[in-house]
């Protein structure tokens, strides 16, 4: 069975591109993103290199793109490259520095500072205009209006 002659490897770049920029501009480590993914901070350093112990390059699992996005507090498709075109030969967001510097630029201005998460039967506010600062206590927390209602 084959298939298309895609180049993946810069579709791997420009995940690793997007999770660096996305984990550095909420101020976290490699190791905090671990943390609240769930991961091993090796895992995060191997996807931003574009690396792999098994493969040329990285390929997350979709699994692993949803934990990311969930605690970087932001869509999946914000780590997904080229989304909204059809695939090409290679990822767009590669072709230049210019075209990798404007999708930065986007990223960066598509983040929200404060999203509601959900921890068991509350909601926590995380603010991450200030990393490091102390959430307020879910079980005290209420629900927002509007939040988590569709």
Sequence with gaps: MSGPEIDWETYGHALA???VVLRKARGYSQERLAQLAGMH?????????NVSSNERYADPHMSTVYRLAAALSVAPSFLLPDVGVCVQMRSSEQESEESAGAVESAV?????PV?????????EVSTHDAPGAAAPDPVETAVPEGVGAE
């Design 41 to 49: 901070r090796n895992q995060i350093s191997n996807i931003e290199r």
């Design 108 to 112: 960066r201005a598509g983040m929200g």
């Design 17 to 19: 591109r997007r999770l």
């Design 115 to 123: 999203v509601y998460v959900a921890t068991h039967d509350a909601f």
